[in-house]
């Protein structure tokens, strides 16, 4: 279609380049799990909260996750204000780096840029009243191995000569309070597990060096699983009957190296498990480049809940 | 099988809940794989989808367990606990029954089946004895996951059972029947995967799980038929070799 043919709200923010990983993401989809169908969602769902609430949306609305950046870029074909949260890109507006964790105008020509990461992994962007994309199975996440949600339902990433249109059209325009926003970890980052499953089965030695030395996240990590590396954890189990995993699940394949299980993880699998990342420390791990040292620091339940209670009523406010 | 009422004293001491995760509790009501549990898991699944209405996120049935996702912001954890135990005390086994028989042609063949000659040989079975003893039973479908649609099967006859490949495929087509140890299933779609290969059908399933409708339930049976390289082509079937996939 030519530009001219087209109407204001057909007009929207054109790939012009495709990074590496740019996803459609909402907070997942649930109440599928037991099709075999994955949560999905945004991998650090604080800083995609916060991009939405930048510009007034409801917090789920879909928007873009970017990882690492990479050169993708964008043109835009008509005034937009957008919301950037989250990692740290080396983002550019016409060659003007923008500071992460704002809103900003862009005007028909202008193009944005995500370059590299300077702190974090992933950028979040979000549009006026959320993307336009179709829901599948109730979200519009989008799942790349199971070819589900996306602009075209087949869980592709962008690519170049995507067009993204909104729902909305005047958004709110708000700043994060100086003392909150995203916070992306630093070496030595903490992360909260709570205990379960068959942590009995782990020895006392693998227990003490499971919670009593630092990780370092692996190169292999991805949507799906986030590997760790240190001293091999053993216990009595090699293997389990297989059974339906939680988010943030640590489980301990046989070479003792953990894998945290994050949001494209496979619903249901057979290693055995120290337990699972609270989903605030998911969202801090999304956020961990390679080499980065993780901790892994046991906290029960119901402090869990009280933390991520504690997080949603920052955005009630 | 013993008479279901002796079970049912049995099995309703039985359930455990552990902690999963912040949000999630394992509720675990066997130790074995046994066709006789999914009676059991299914009406577990009946009734704690009852019991937990608007505060269930998730419910994932397997073989044994049942992993309940639950809202936390309206229920505690120890809240959770206490309505799984109430959900589950006096629980009755379902009619399984009543679970669809799946019908599944599959066309064996080592093009797209590049197992077929290990499975036999360690079996001690000709090609054509593997098939027969392939489809000569009712398989119970335990679980669905892995991917969506995919549906977890078994048992398959002992000596059948092959142990997962050393190194998995980076690809596995679409609509590939397997064996992992006593389980069998077919991949959805196209995926990475370690099981042993027999043959190929073009019934959907990710479609259907796409849709929300999974053609498999936990409790079904399903029942494979061999067809030839001609009916499965003239049923859609892609009949590219398993190694010349791109």
Known sequence: MSQAAMNETQKGLVVKQAGPLALIQDVGRFGVGHLGVTQGGAADWISFRWANWLLGNALNSAALEIVMGGGLSFETEREVRLALSGADLDVQLDGKPLAPNTSFKLLPGQRLEFRQPRQGLRAYLAFPGGLNAPEVLGSRACTVREQLGGLDEDGKPLKVGDRLTWKGAAPAVRRIPEDQGPQMPASGCRLPIVLGSQIASFSGRALFQAFNQPWTVDNRADRMGVRLTGPALHGSLTGIISEGIPLGAVQVPPDGQPIVLMNDRQTIGGYPRLGALTPIACAALAQCLPGTEVWLTPVSASQAQEDYRKQLMVWKK | ?246
């Not at chain 2, 989808?49 to 505060?55: E, L, Q, T, V, Y």
């Not at chain 2, 996702?69 to 309505?83: K, V």
């Not at chain 2, 392939?134 to 995919?150: I, Q, R, T």
């Not at chain 2, 609509?175 to 019934?203: E, F, K």
């Open chain 2, 1 to 246: 099988m013993k008479p279901i009422t002796e079970k049912k004293a049995e099995r309703s001491t039985n359930v455990r809940v552990e902690t999963a995760a912040m949000d999630a509790l394992m509720v675990r009501l066997f130790d074995t794989i046994d066709e006789s549990n999914m009676a059991w898991v299914i009406a577990a699944d009946q009734a704690l989808r009852n019991a937990f209405g608007s505060m269930l996120i998730d419910l994932v049935p397997s073989y044994t367990t049942l992993l309940l996702h639950y809202d936390c912001q309206q229920l505690t954890h120890s809240e959770a606990i206490q309505l799984i135990h109430k959900a589950l005390s006096g629980l009755t086994p379902v009619d399984t029954q009543a679970g669809e028989l799946h019908d599944i042609p599959v066309w064996y063949d080592e093009s797209v089946g590049p197992e077929l000659p290990l499975v036999a040989k360690r079996a001690g079975l000709s090609i054509d004895e593997l098939i027969e003893q392939h489809c000569n039973h009712d398989y119970c479908v335990f679980a669905l996951g892995f991917a969506p649609g995919y549906g977890f099967m078994g048992l398959v006859d002992e000596a059948l059972a092959t142990p997962r490949l050393k190194t998995p495929r980076r690809k596995v087509a679409a609509g590939s029947v397997g064996i992992a140890d006593r389980q069998t299933a077919i991949y959805p779609l196209l995926s990475p995967g370690g099981w042993n290969i027999l043959g190929r059908t073009n019934v959907p399933l990710f479609e259907h799980a796409k849709r929300g409708e999974p053609l498999f339930r936990p409790g079904d049976k399903v029942r494979f038929r061999a067809i030839s390289r001609e009916e499965f082509e003239a049923d859609g079937g892609d009949t590219t070799p398993m190694e010349e996939r791109p």
